[in-house]
């Protein structure tokens, strides 16, 4: 009755606001496509008339400096670089006055001749105007093919013409950048819906259903003959609700005083001011925050860190890619014992604030960094920041859930993180295309400084846990390790099953999908894209095979099928190597890991009763953890040192056999071990 008070009108407002942003951003798209489309071909008619006005201009120097046409060297290389670094020009010519090709670079000179001596004598009056340009091609399947050709005059001493510059682009290029732009539009419209819904969920939870969720709380107390008042709220609602009842307590208690009578009331304890219930639903918009943030640069990161290698180094551009990723995830790891310990003293918010304000520095070191080294350290500071505000976020939800609601708190905060994980590599992409790298970067270190003032609001300043025990369980801490390291099916799971699986996500998703990918031709929009994978997969079936394993009690089964299902998804890769087989690899990850993740917790407690009894389950799981972060934080490096001897398509196939060897011998010695009373075998 209490739920139907709140949670139908809720609901309903809820998904009417969630279409009405649905279907208002799919008009506003509609609508604003043509224009899109349409602008493309002329923005790269104007970009090839502002390259060949810059390189004739550069021409025309030399030549005032007197040397002549004939004697002009370097220009060959001179277009190279210019092609290697203006994307969509498919060609830079260099003719005579009569159409004669000196130097072509993107097409051969033979094949341009014909068709731009066709341009002369008019070329003078057509300068800087794009033009259709036919040119025949090498290919079996056609035998020529049009571009879009924009000539500038090159001239000695700004009046006598000597030559003429042609650039050229094809349309095919176009068609496919509108393509691009497709996609883009979609994954930025589903990018703002999961947004969207994270925004709403936590301001409809702190305007509209915590304080009809008090209300019924209070009505519930009243009915019982509790008249104590709820303490002060700032919304708006929660405050009419409050004066309102508030008045009608005092009558009853001055009622009773008058001696109307014997009430449930009249034995009533000292009154006490009892503050609304935090609702941990509002920590999801501060975890998918600093999440979403962590999580822009996964496209590109490791094409990113390669640039800088150099020499003095001594490190490959492999090595140099996978270091600052390992020393991110290594740093993180360790750190979170000392940060959770740090926020149980000091408070969440305090911990949350010095987290975000940490991560924001590392974001602008990794964006601002002229070395190596100080890349280096700017990650490391990133590691700490994220490792204090996922301490104080999965603080939050220990300190304000108990044991009979602490799952459904839990996986409030994991959603979060899979929302995140699903949108997040998407928008980082696009972001990348228009920004560049390093913008990407500020724009995450301003999520994170966004989220300071959310988190004022939300976490209660200087909070301390409320469940000291629980709070020590979450931090992890590496107790009772010796008794662990002698329960076999633990040191079992936890090598051969989660450090593989920990291993294969960071060393595979999150290092070598955007080397591959970017050695294949893709754009980092198109990574984000194929990243984004992975989290659907994961979102959609992680609920579903959980359940699973829980009514069928087939836990040992799912991990084994989940780990021999990641780890042969990145074989096919070595028979057919492109970018299909990649995806292929990335869908067979999402799948394995949902079907293993929740059952592999299962197996770990079941061990752990059943092995090491004394051994307290939260210090376990914090050990546990701490062992999958480890192999996380070594999964860059291995996929780097591969990378160097093997390239990175073999060094996909060789963690996919790592996973497959690991998890193969788990299988077999746990299925060889005398069957116990709820073990793993009962899994």
């Given at each position: ?23 208002s ?19 790269l ?11 004739a ?16 060297t ?36 033979a094949?341009?001749?014909?068709p ?16 259709s ?52 539009v ?35 107390r ?12 700032e ?28 009430s449930?009331?009249?034995g009533?304890?000292e009154?006490r ?9 509002m ?21 990113y860190?390669?640039?800088?290698a ?124 228009s ?117 069928y ?18 074989l ?23 079907m ?64 497959l ?23």
């Amino acid at each position: 009755m209490r739920r139907q008070l709140y949670g139908a009108s809720a609901k309903g407002f809820f998904v009417f606001t969630l279409l009405l942003m649905l279907f208002s951003q799919i008009a506003l798209s509609i609508a604003s496509w043509p224009a899109i489309k349409g602008q493309l071909v002329p923005e790269l008619d104007q970009k090839s008339s502002t390259v060949a006005k810059s390189v004739a201009l550069k021409i025309g120097r030399a030549l005032d400096y007197g040397i002549p046409l004939d004697g002009l060297t370097g220009i060959d290389e001179f277009f190279g670089e210019i092609l290697a670094q203006t994307e969509g020009i498919s060609y830079l010519a260099l003719t005579r006055l009569d159409g004669t090709v000196m130097v072509s670079r993107g097409i051969e000179g033979a094949r341009l001749q014909g068709p731009l001596q066709s341009l002369f004598p008019g070329i003078r009056e057509q300068t800087g105007k794009p033009m259709s340009l036919t040119v025949p091609v090498a290919d079996r399947n056609a035998d020529q093919r049009t571009y879009r050709n924009t000539a500038a005059l090159v001239l000695q001493n700004d009046e006598i013409e000597a030559a003429v510059i042609h650039v050229g682009f094809d349309p095919v290029y176009a068609e496919r950048k509108v393509g691009d732009l497709r996609y883009a539009v979609v994954i930025v419209l589903f990018a703002s819906l999961l947004i969207g819904f994270e925004i709403l969920l936590a301001t409809l939870t702190q305007n509209f259903i915590g304080p009809l969720r008090a209300l019924a709380d209070w009505v519930d107390r009243m009915a019982r003959g509790d008249f104590r008042s709820p303490g002060p709220s700032e919304s708006a609602l929660a405050k009419g609700i409050h004066a309102r009842l508030s008045a009608l307590a005092a009558g009853v208690r001055a009622a009773l005083d008058g001696g109307l009578g014997n009430s449930p009331a009249a034995g009533m304890t000292e009154l006490r001011a009892s503050p609304l219930v935090k609702d941990v639903i509002m920590i999801r918009i501060l975890t998918f925050l600093f999440m979403f943030a962590s999580m822009l640069s996964r496209p590109f990161l490791p094409v990113y860190l390669k640039g800088f290698a150099d020499d003095g180094l001594g490190l490959s551009p492999e090595l140099a890619a996978s270091l600052p990723i390992t020393v991110y995830l290594g740093v993180m790891a360790l750190s979170m014992p000392y940060v959770g310990r740090w926020s149980d003293s000091h408070g969440r918010q305090a911990g949350f604030v010095l987290g975000a304000i940490l991560m924001a520095s590392g974001f602008c070191g990794t964006a601002l960094a002229d070395n190596f080294w100080l890349l280096v350290l700017s990650r490391a500071v990133e590691g700490v920041g994220y490792a204090s505000l996922f301490m104080s976020c999965q603080g939050y939800v220990v300190d304000n859930t108990n044991p009979e609601n602490r799952s459904r708190g839990v996986a409030t905060f994991v959603s979060a993180i899979m929302v995140s994980e699903v949108s997040a590599p998407a928008v980082g992409g696009v972001l990348a295309d228009s920004l560049g790298f390093r913008g990407v970067f500020i724009v995450a270190a301003a999520l994170a400084l966004i989220s300071v003032p959310v988190a004022y609001r939300i976490l209660g300043a200087g909070s301390a846990p409320r469940h000291p025990a629980s709070a020590k369980a979450a931090r992890g801490q590496p107790e009772g390790l010796v008794a662990l390291m002698r329960n076999a099916r633990f040191v079992l799971i936890a090598l051969f099953a989660a450090i593989p699986a920990k291993l294969l996500h960071s060393g595979f998703l999150i290092f070598l999908t955007p080397v591959i990918l970017s050695k294949f031709g893709s754009s980092p929009s198109e990574i984000g894209r194929f990243a984004i994978v992975y989290g659907i997969v994961a979102l959609l079936a992680m609920p579903v095979f959980s359940n699973l394993a829980d009514r069928y009690r087939c836990h040992f089964a799912f991990v084994v099928t989940g780990g021999v299902i990641a780890g042969a998804g990145m074989l096919p890769v070595l028979l057919s190597p492109q970018p299909a087989t990649v995806l292929l690899g990335i869908l067979a990850l999402g799948l394995g890991q949902a079907m293993s993740i929740s059952p592999q917790l299962t197996l770990i407690t079941r061990a752990i009763q059943t092995g090491s009894p004394d051994t307290g389950s939260g210090s376990a799981l914090g050990v546990f953890r701490l062992i999958e972060r480890v192999g996380g934080a070594l999964g860059p490096l291995l996929a780097g040192v591969l990378t160097l001897k093997l390239g990175p398509v073999t060094a996909m196939a060789g963690l996919g056999m790592v996973m497959l060897v690991s998890i193969l011998v788990c299988a077999v010695v746990i299925s060889t071990q005398p069957r116990e009373k709820g073990g793993l075998h009962a899994a």
